[in-house]
């Protein structure tokens, strides 16, 4: 659904490429070339105000940034550029071209991994985490879940399948999961559903613990019980700490997890997410929490640093079981 999804978008801004060539063309009397050249670099810049206006909504409830991680005015930009960067390769190759299921390498090193994707994503996501995690000798699956506006707590019998698949087929009775965004709390879900005790260890890229005030733009169950709703005791123009709380869901979901169940977690996060307001959401207490900055939602799983940091705790973790 999701690939058919982007390939439609990806149709849709094409047909508009060539409406904006062909009216400068025949109105204007442009060249061609220069016609189409012009309506590509318009759809490019639309998607990257798309991308730029993200920052802008996350920064109304965005959480209070540490010093160290201001950013000046050059690194302002390669942060923008990143996550238009990481959204365009997504949305336009990976995501609608490049889905994939079970990737496992000849003499794998250590547990095998589950890649479970975020809200409005499928498994082309993990393209470029899927080559590094290659490069590294780690076996690996991905899945795709359905449906795209379903509540997590369905996603969590898809997981269940595919854990118990990767189990039997690889010959270990344990897996380490990464979820971005949506994902690790689908992996929350399946632990309440099913029990940790397939789990070797639960890393998570972006994903809104306690919740994102960006959800109440999203559509479907799941954006309902990823929502984090501002206090309305606090003032609208305060954007530094501000004062909320979770869903319904997510305070449940919270409720009946034990010290044991976040201990196998790892939450890596960045502090300029513009997806993930306030960004302090993906703090998990009890977990190894590991901050990031200058790195946006999307860049998170494509970003080299991030890459690295979640194939060395993938070997630890398979080193200590």
């Known amino acids: 659904m999701v690939a058919r999804i982007c390939k439609i978008i990806l149709l849709v801004q094409f047909l508009a490429i060539m409406s904006i060539a062909a009216f400068l063309a025949s109105a204007l009397h442009w060249p061609w070339p220069s016609a189409l050249l012009f309506g590509l670099g318009f759809a490019l810049a639309v998607r990257f105000l798309i991308a730029s206006n993200n920052f802008r909504i996350a920064a109304r409830t965005r959480s209070r940034l540490p010093e160290q991680y201001r950013l000046g005015p050059l690194a302002t930009a390669r942060l923008l550029l990143g996550e238009y960067k990481a ?16 990737r496992i390498p000849e003499q794998p090193h250590g547990l095998p991994v589950l890649l479970v994707h975020g809200y409005g994503c499928n498994s082309g996501y993990w393209h470029g985490m899927s080559r590094a995690l290659t490069e590294a000798r ?41 979820g971005h965004s949506m994902g690790g709390l689908a992996a929350r879900a399946y632990i309440r559903r099913h029990g940790p005790h397939r789990i070797a260890k639960a890393i998570t890229l972006g994903t809104p613990h306690h919740g994102t005030a960006l959800a109440h ?6 954006t309902q019980q990823m929502r984090w709703t501002a206090s309305a005791t606090k003032a609208s123009n305060d954007a530094t700490q501000q004062e909320g709380v ?3 869901w997510l305070l449940q979901l919270a409720a009946g997890e034990s010290e044991d169940v976040y201990r196998l977690f790892v939450s890596i996060y960045s502090h300029h997410d513009n997806i993930i307001s306030p960004q302090i959401s993906s703090h998990l207490e009890g977990a190894r929490n590991i901050e990031f900055h200058a790195i946006g939602h999307v860049a998170l799983a494509l970003h080299f640093r991030v890459q690295a940091t979640v194939i060395d705790e993938i070997l630890h973790a398979s080193a200590a079981h």
């Open 87 to 102: 959204t365009m390769f997504s949305s336009s190759w990976t995501m609608p071209f490049r889905r994939f299921g079970r």
């Open 246 to 248: 979770a869903s319904d």
């Open 138 to 178: 780690i076996a690996h699956q991905a899945i795709d879940m359905e449906p795209v506006i379903g509540s997590i707590d369905e996603y969590a019998d898809l997981i269940y399948d595919a854990i118990e698949a990767l189990c039997r087929d690889t010959g270990h009775s344990q897996v380490i999961v990464v």
């Open 217 to 222: 733009f999203g559509v479907g169950v799941n």
